[in-house]
Every structure is written in C-alpha cells, then in structure tokens.
C-alpha cells in the first residue's frame, strides 16, 4: 500500500501550555488575530488537587481530520475536500460562507477568514508536507506533544506510539473517526 493516510499522535502530558504551537501556526498559516480566529488551540483543564499539591493538564487540539466528514457531507459547493491522504481542507473559491460546516463540526474547529472571504481551519500544514516537512505546530513544539506521520507505514512513530500505547480520541460518540489521537498515561 502507497497510500499515506496522515495523522497527529498527542501525548498531552508534556503540554506546558506555551502556546508555541498556536503562535507557529498563526505565523506560518496567516491566521489573523481577531476574535474566534484559531486553527490550534489548548485548553486548560480543571485543576486538580488540593493545595499545595495542585496538578493541571492541558489539552491541544485542532481539526480532527475526520475520515467521516460531518463538514465534507453537508457542504453544498464541494468547497470543503478531503485528499488522498485524509487531509481535509476548503477551497476558498467554492466556499459561500454558509456555514454549514461550521454547525456541523462536532470539534469547533472552523472560523470565518476575513480575509480569503471563506471557512478556514486547519490544513495539517498541507502545504508544507510535499516538501518534506511536517505541520508547523508539530516542528515547533518544545516538548514533542504532537508527533506527525502516516497510519499506514508501520515504521512510522504515530504507528510505533499507537501499538505502544493506549490512546482516545475527541468525541468518538460522534462517529466521526478523527485522525488526532490522545495518548492516555
């Protein structure tokens, strides 16, 4: 099999919250800088403890890249795609902000690009990936908490960290099949 079908390995537990990943997206994605404008983010869980032994976790998260695409299906101009790798994107030519994609999206992972006049969210840095690099968030990630590769190259790390370890993933209830996966330790 030739094929690459991409995903993100997380191990949420070396997430310190610097936010590099949100920062090297908005750079290298043009994100803007208004209000409800992300395409990674990280959220704070409740602390959890009691003082002075206090602990909190943090979790990043992102499109899914879902293989059952809620956003693809209820697109009425094929604006958004999924590739042969399982990248999902959107094509701002075809998208009429509708924002049907928005509603169907169980992760809130899309935001109205003022600028390109259409539905943006993340791409997996698609655009960075035919040259051999990965997506930007994971290149710049100071602890390594998203690891990037192809599910169907059983050398590849996602692979060797998938068959190592117990893993979830972001509303498996929706039957979405996401491509981001949690590792649990």
Known sequence: MNEKRYAIVLDTKKCLNCKACTVACRVENEVPHEDGAYRIWVTALELQGKFPDLHQDFEPSQCQHC???????????????????GVVLVDYDKCILCKACMTACPYDARFVHEHHKAIDKCTMCYHRLAEGREPACVETCPTKVRVFGDLNDPN???SKLLDTNRYYRLKEDRNTNPRLYYIIK
């Open 156 to 158: 590849s790390q996602v």
């Open 67 to 85: 293989q059952n695409t809620p956003c693809e299906s209820v697109c009425p101009t094929h604006a958004t795609y999924k590739t042969p790798e």
